[in-house]
């Protein structure tokens, strides 16, 4: 069977794509701009790349067109799959159809924290020897691919809220139709699909409903929304992670021995079952941790040996990943892109450091939420914890970056080009500096541009000594 696939360089398509490759299937695609790294591991995995959407990409005509959620009408490829009547569907409903329905699936879903948990709980059953499958948003470095066919029955895919597809604006996860599931946390997101909180909600509790009975849903117990969310109706086991909330006793607890979140231990109905001691940091990657040990222990593994997993995990690609060290400089690469990930990534790097070392935050509000302006409120509150922050002006919005950050504690600054944002960035290096790079796109190769302008600087000071 052929499939062809519009928007093949995407995360989610591009793992799409070598997972049917690896099944057998004939794979093609074309995207607006094939790029490294997706187009380099669909190459290295045999998959023909075609760039742009000219409807002579369609000879021979191929048995199925998959069709990506950033591709709407109007576009030459997707007109020319209608008009000419040849099969379509959209990536989810493909991973259902063609992979997903004789697996048990452990589904990650969430606002904030799905690719790291879903990285976890992959290498959980890992370590255990389950040798599972995976979909993932983001690259785990404890296996260097972003998907994988795996060698069991177990299959962890990160649940994405996003619409399917222009044809069906049912959110990812519907499809994935998990037997165990953990639902992280729920916020207000993707303001340019989703009207308000509500509509996120119906769309998670949509999510909840295709959760079998003999499943299992593992969620916070003092998350609201979420909370609320399940009131509408629960039919598979519940189990809580944390604290006693409004008369909801936690099952799950976990106890931070280090206040940076490095050290903790993990207790389920009150009785200690291991701690992890890492090299992730934040309460917010503790918790993380904890619903993949919970996630994992339905399935069989157990508690201790999960914790065990979790002291050798690697850690995520773009998730506080440390790009360089340079003469007590370090850089850090992070994907934070909404309020409250900005503000608990900030927070577990100080708790991490202390007060005694700089932190410089340099934010890219790239993401269609941030444009429109729908979490500006939150911005300078969220950033308090850096010393300095150094904002990226996007481009089209319509309301005043520069005014709305001038008001939060932390001395911030508006910049409009990245040979700026390089300079201003130096500027405010001063002894051991942390500068965190926070964008959920390319940010125009400012991360690699930053770091090459430190080494210059210091061979520079070098030169100056020698």
């Not at 996120?200 to 509790?205: G, L, P, S, V």
């Not at 919970?294 to 040996?305: L, S």
Request: with cysteine; glycine share 10%; proline share 5%.
């Amino acid at each position: 069977m052929h499939i062809h696939i519009l928007g093949i360089c995407g995360t989610f398509m591009g793992s799409l794509a070598q997972l049917a490759k690896a099944s057998g299937f004939r794979v093609s695609g074309s995207d607006a701009n094939v790029y490294p790294p997706m187009s380099t591991q669909l190459e290295k995995a045999g998959i023909e790349l075609i760039e742009g959407y000219d409807p002579s990409q369609f000879n021979p005509i191929p048995d199925l067109v998959v069709i990506g959620n950033a591709l709407s009408r109007g576009n030459p490829a997707v007109e020319h799959v209608l008009d000419n009547r040849i099969p379509y569907t959209s990536g989810p409903q493909w991973l259902c159809d063609y992979f997903l329905k004789e697996k048990w699936v452990l589904a990650v879903a969430g606002t904030h924290g799905k690719t790291t948990t879903s990285s976890m709980l992959a290498w959980i059953l890992e370590y255990a020897g389950m040798k599972p499958g995976f979909l993932i948003g983001g690259v785990p470095k404890n296996f260097d691919v972003s998907a994988r066919l795996g060698d069991s029955p177990f299959f962890v895919v990160e649940a994405d809220e996003y619409d399917s597809a222009f044809f069906d604006k049912r959110s990812k996860f519907v499809h994935y139709r998990p037997r165990t599931a953990i639902l992280n946390n729920l916020e207000f997101d993707h303001a340019d699909i989703f009207a308000d909180l509500n509509a996120i909600q119906t769309q998670f509790h949509h999510f909840v409903r295709t959760i079998p009975s003999k499943g299992l849903i593992v969620a916070p117990s003092d998350d609201a929304n979420i909370q609320e969310m399940l009131d509408r109706g629960c039919w598979s086991e519940l189990q809580l992670m944390g604290p006693p909330f409004k008369g909801k006793t936690g099952d799950w607890g976990l106890s931070l021995t280090e206040s940076d979140g490095s050290v903790f231990s993990v207790s389920l109905q009150g009785k200690r079952q291991g701690s992890v001691r890492w090299g992730q940091t934040g309460m917010h990657n503790a918790a993380n941790g904890l619903a993949a040990i919970a996630a994992a222990r339905h399935v069989g593994v157990k508690p201790a040996v999960a914790c065990e997993a979790l002291c050798q995990f690697m850690g995520v690609k773009r998730r506080m990943e440390k790009l360089a060290t340079i003469n007590g400089v370090s850089v850090y690469d992070d994907f934070a892109h909404h309020p409250t990930a900005i503000a608990t990534t900030l927070e577990g790097i100080r708790n991490k450091v202390g007060r005694d070392e700089k932190i410089i935050a340099v934010i890219e509000p790239r993401s269609n939420t941030m444009k429109l302006g729908i979490h500006r409120d939150e911005l300078a509150e969220a950033t308090k914890l850096a010393d300095q922050v150094l904002w990226y002006q996007p481009d089209n919005i319509d309301w005043s970056l520069a005014e709305v950050v001038s008001g939060g504690s932390a001395p911030a600054r508006v910049v409009e080009s990245i040979e700026s944002l390089i300079k201003h960035t130096l500027n405010h290096v001063d002894g051991l500096t942390h500068i965190v790079v926070m964008s959920n796109g390319g940010f125009s190769g400012f991360h690699g541009k930053l770091v090459k302008a430190l080494e210059v600087r210091e061979e520079k000071k070098g030169s100056a000594n020698a």
